[in-house]
């Protein structure tokens, strides 16, 4: 088990709340997406990129939180991006300054530090928050570029270097395309990532000399390991996204079967 | 809980709400809100029902295991667990440590031998007061619901359990079968102690853009508001033939969804799904059911089966 992950027993009793949390800012910074900032009530230390909470807007009472990533941590404000796919995602497009959401976290283990390191920072889509964070932490690291990559103009978020696959913004193709050369011209020991699982199954292929972490997404219901809900298939076993995760070794994960 | 104090068979309930198997786990009774409050005192439940345990460990289904519908929940976990000796070893002593409250063990097996050894492995322990015998778990091939649509196979089953123990014997039934009544009276005439339903429907979802199933194995249980009326029809419908106590589930989200089993004939409920959607459910409905008999000076023994 790698040195970073967190005891979960110990997070839930000491860190775990849910909450409803007051909405400060409200957002749509691209079509099918919702920047939403939350007042955490108090300074919000110790959380890692990678992880994330279960939201739900006062709208979807009885039905799930939806496990909603972090993309930045400002003292006692916490910001999410999140893509609009159904119902319970959309409701946080209605929500108004002064509005409560309800907030189970902070969860899951979130990625190794990149203190020191040679990184490349590897986000797809929906996948941008936790690579846009770390990349503000950038200082940290020796080396650092992020790479977004995204089907069209309208999923464009702030990066170093910007992929799209109709080529109407940044370069034509796919976030993967010059990783290979991108990792030997700037000698690059750690790769982060996040996104749709044939991105992140093809950069583990890319990826076999160098370190790889990738940060999954599964469809969840309670978030702190009860349901079994969010299993992927991890070394000869399944794991639990929300309680082993979302973070884990990209060599370890049986991409074939996802 | 004064109020709303109620038995199944051989086991009584401080308070009348339980949680259903698969859908609480410990880490919830150490949930806090922003106040720091515990958001469930063990108290308010009745008992604790474990996740279902077989005899080898489980790995569990393929993923994706789990779509949330327009009104309910559609989950293919596959009873992944530890396995009769890994839930003893490791799994029981945390719970007997963390427990106040009775503990039930929901258990399934492949054969009615396999059923047996388990029980007997389990019967030493002090700490399990009861067992709930799953034969009915959509989401399993050789476990499961293969025992639960046959009324001779349950007998043979039951009649066999209770012959090895004097502890609490509930029996969950499937609604997927034709006449759950029958299956209720064979477990009765065996020996069960109480029954226990609904399991989940049978469910399925698919995306109609792409044409595939939200699951990895297409169908598998469905769970949640949607199930509650197809609940409550079966726990009456039950509740009509057999004399021993029901614990009912299905959608149970609110006191008032709660009592309305009460009424349908349930002794004591379970809440599943509702877990998922708000850990301190079982709480809330403890506490609202104990507030609407206070303040009829009602018993919730008085309203079993008092339909009208």
């Known amino acids: ?51 994330f909470y279960e939201l739900r807007a006062p709208s979807q009472a009885g039905r799930l ?55 490349l920072l590897v986000s797809g889509g929906a996948g941008y928050p936790p690579l846009a964070w770390l990349k503000r932490e950038a200082d940290e690291a020796e080396f650092c570029l992020h790479l977004h990559g995204c089907a069209t103009a309208d999923e464009v978020f702030p990066c170093d270097l910007l992929y799209t696959v109709d080529g109407s913004q940044g370069h034509k193709g796919l976030v993967t395309d010059s990783v290979e050369s991108l990792i030997s011209d700037h000698k690059i020991d750690l790769v982060l990532s996040c996104g749709p699982v044939p991105m992140l199954a093809k950069l583990t292929n890319i990826c076999i000399q160098v370190e790889h972490y990738v940060s999954m997404e599964a469809y969840m219901a309670c978030g702190i390991g009860v349901c079994h809900g969010c299993a992927i298939p991890v070394d000869s076993d399944y794991k639990l996204v929300c309680k082993d995760g979302p973070v884990f070794d990209a060599t370890r994960i049986r991409w074939s079967e996802l | 809980m004064k109020y709303i104090e109620s038995s199944l068979g051989k086991l009584k309930l401080d308070s009348c709400v339980t949680v259903a198997s698969g859908t609480f786990g410990l880490d919830y009774l150490k949930l806090r809100d922003a106040d720091g409050k515990l958001l469930l005192p063990q108290e308010s439940l009745g008992a604790y029902v474990s996740k279902t345990i077989t005899y080898e460990l489980k790995a569990g289904n ?141 469910g399925m979802a698919i995306d109609w853009r792409t044409g595939k199933a939200m699951l990895s194995k297409k169908v598998g249980g469905y769970s949640g508001r949607g199930v509650k009326p197809v609940a409550l029809a079966l726990v009456y419908k039950v509740a009509q033939v057999v004399d021993i106590p029901i614990l009912a589930m299905g959608g149970i989200h609110t006191w008032q969804d709660a009592l309305e089993f009460i009424y349908a004939g349930a002794s004591a409920v379970a809440v599943g799904t509702a877990n998922f959607n708000d850990p301190g459910a079982p709480a809330k409905i403890a506490k609202g059911l104990q507030e609407h008999c206070k303040t009829n000076n009602i018993h919730i023994k008085d309203l079993i089966a008092n339909l009208r």
């Open chain 1, 65 to 119: 939180f939806k496990p909603i990533s972090i993309l930045e941590v400002e003292d006692h404000l916490l910001s999410f991006l999140i893509k609009v796919i159904g119902a319970g995602t959309e409701a946080f497009a209605h929500l108004k300054a002064g509005d409560g959401v309800e907030a189970l976290g902070p969860l899951g283990n979130g990625f190794p530090s990149i203190n020191g390191r040679r990184v």
């Open chain 1, 1 to 51: 088990m790698p040195l970073w992950t967190v005891e979960p027993l110990l997070w839930i009793s000491n860190m775990i709340t849910r909450e409803l949390l007051k909405v400060v800012d409200v957002n749509i910074p691209a079509p099918q997406y919702v920047l939403l900032k939350l007042d955490a009530g108090k300074p919000m230390k110790g959380l890692i990129p990678g992880m």
């Open chain 2, 62 to 202: 393929p993923s994706p295991r789990l779509y949330e519908t327009e009104c309910g929940l559609l989950n293919s976990i596959g009873l992944q667990n530890p396995g009769l000796k890994g839930f003893l070893q490791t799994d029981l002593p945390i719970l007997k440590d963390a427990l106040r409250i009775p503990l039930i063990v929901s258990f399934s097996g492949s054969s009615i031998d396999e059923f047996c050894e388990m029980i007997t492995a389990m019967e030493p322990y002090q700490e399990i007061a009861g067992y709930e015998v799953n034969v009915s778990c959509p989401n399993v091939e050789k476990e499961g619901i293969a025992f639960g649509a046959d009324p001779d196979v349950i007998h043979k089953l039951v009649a066999s359990l209770a012959a090895l123990t004097d502890k609490e014997l509930i029996v969950k039934l499937s609604p997927s079968v034709t006449d759950i009544a029958q299956m209720a009276l064979a477990a009765q005439e065996a020996g069960a102690s109480s029954i226990a339903l609904i399991n989940t429907l049978w």
